[in-house]
């Protein structure tokens, strides 16, 4: 919580206005269209809806191929899934665990429709060639920046690239509303469908702006967008969501110095990222050695009263993966660096005396695991 959380709810309540598409929701678009500077931004009530959304605006159909990467959360592919469409799983980078752009081509097939990258910790996927293969190939590109809020690519913000994008405010996230998620439309050809999708199907959202005298059902939607109360406390948490990244930032940056030493001993690798990307301290995370026993590093840290997780079982290993999706190649960067790698803390309003003491412990796990 930044402070105005509370305020901001209690003004739209008493502003009688608690549906969607409040003063609100028109502040935080306004804020997301400034900032990332897309063409149309749109609140939902998640990412994942905004996904969903992308999905019907693409006009995925059964058997179209969507190129990602198996390293990522599962809204990725079910969005593309719950409209017949195929996730097609490929490599991730060995430094920043991002779709590896030199293996997408191999990956296209006729029935290719889009890319979607994956923008992991709020470090920026390779965009310029991602783009210029979507260009060649006639894919459209949906940028998965669920991680990304704040956070750019050869100074263009992240969100902003790709055909469409979508953004999380999910509680475990940069910027948040609880639940919550936007969509950025950088294609403005997709704009007024964007807005009749979102809206149950309906033209409401120029019935609104006074641009049709009824509304009425104009093809296939459903109702993503948030209410009031979520735009209110989003709101508040935009407002003050340079601060966010900067304190972000330093605790990041405190880790990265830290745990030096314990990547010179062999012990750790710690995140990499290119001069291209302007990241938003989203995570931080490190890689154990092949050989460690993860869950016990895991153990060691919670038996001290630091709760640290792993992340992502590879989509392409998940029953459901294994039924609607299909690899391009082996995956064995995914594969490994999902075994090694666990998130330590990070929230605005850790210590550096904890930062140091997280630090210790790892290094007490790892050093005496060596022993
Ligand atoms: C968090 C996350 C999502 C889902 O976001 P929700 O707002 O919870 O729907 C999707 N993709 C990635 C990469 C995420 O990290």
Request: some cysteine; proline content about 5%; hydrophobic content about 40%.
């Amino acid at each position: 919580m930044t402070g105005k959380e509370l305020y901001y709810i209690a003004e739209a309540k008493f502003g009688n206005m608690l549906a969607g598409d409040g003063p609100f929701t028109k502040r935080c678009h306004e804020w997301l269209e400034q900032t990332s500077g897309c063409n149309k931004s749109l609140l939902t009530h998640s990412c994942t809806a905004a996904l969903e959304m992308a999905a019907l605006l693409l006009d995925i159909q059964p058997g179209d191929e969507i190129i990602m990467p198996s390293y990522t959360f599962v809204s990725t592919a079910n969005a593309f899934v719950l409209r017949g469409g195929v996730p097609v799983f490929v490599d991730i980078r060995e430094d920043t665990l991002n779709l590896d752009e030199s293996l997408i081509e191999a990956a296209i097939t006729p029935r290719t429709r889009a890319i979607v990258p994956v923008h992991y910790a709020g470090v920026a996927c390779e965009m310029d060639t991602i783009m210029r293969i979507a260009k060649q190939h006639g894919l459209k590109v949906v940028e998965d920046a669920a991680q990304g809020v704040m956070a750019a690519y050869k100074g263009r913000p992240i969100g902003s690239i790709g055909d469409l994008a979508a953004y999380s405010f999910h509680e475990t996230k940069n910027v948040i509303s609880g639940e919550g998620g936007a969509l950025l439309v950088n294609d403005p050809a997709l704009a007024l469908r964007a807005e009749v999708i979102r809206e149950k199907g309906t033209d409401r959202s120029r019935f609104f702006r006074g641009e049709v005298d009824k509304y009425t059902w104009q093809e296939v939607g459903s109702s993503f967008l948030p209410g009031e109360l979520i735009a209110a406390f989003l709101w508040a948490q935009l407002e003050e969501s340079e601060r966010i990244t900067k304190d972000r930032l330093a605790i990041w940056h405190y880790y990265h110095a830290i745990l030096e030493p314990l990547e010179t001993e062999g012990l750790l690798r710690r995140p990499i990222v290119p001069d291209d990307c302007q990241h938003n301290a989203h995570m931080y995370y490190v890689l154990l050695p092949e050989e460690r026993d993860r869950q016990k590093v895991l153990g060691e840290l919670k038996s001290n009263g630091i709760s640290s997780v792993f992340h992502y079982v590879p989509l392409h290993s998940s029953p459901a993966g294994r039924r609607y999706a299909r690899m391009s190649g082996e995956l064995p960067v995914t594969t490994s660096q999902s075994e090694r790698l666990i998130r330590l803390p990070l929230w605005v309003g850790l210590t550096f005396e904890q930062q140091n003491r997280v630090a210790a412990v790892l290094a007490d796990a790892l050093e005496g695991w060596a022993a």
